[in-house]
């Protein structure tokens, strides 16, 4: 593996790279990105960079990326259960 650039370090929970260089560039692991709502999948945080020490480069991840993520709860589990916890039945 190529050394991590300076101020970067492996997360102890998903073992990415991140932290933030000299140079201001801020590094994001998966622990920081989003959850779906219904399986509890995560996702890269839209509009930030990550560091892959493997290729040795900076990744970044556009604002439309968690549009992509195919959901594997079925519908059922989906349909309103986000608006049942904000508006409770009376």
Do not use: N
């Not at 990744?59 to 519908?75: D, N, Q, S």
């Amino acid at each position: 593996m190529r050394p991590l650039p300076e101020g970067l370090f492996l997360c102890a929970v998903c073992g990415e790279a991140r932290g933030k260089t000299p140079d201001g560039r801020r590094a994001r692991c998966l622990c920081e990105g989003i959850v779906c709502t219904w399986c509890g999948a995560r996702g890269r945080h839209p509009i930030s960079d990550h560091y892959v020490p493997r290729l040795g480069h900076w990744l970044h991840t556009p604002w439309f990326m968690p549009m992509g993520h195919v959901c594997p709860a079925p519908p059922e589990a989906r349909l309103g259960r986000q608006w049942a916890e904000l508006a409770p039945d009376p």
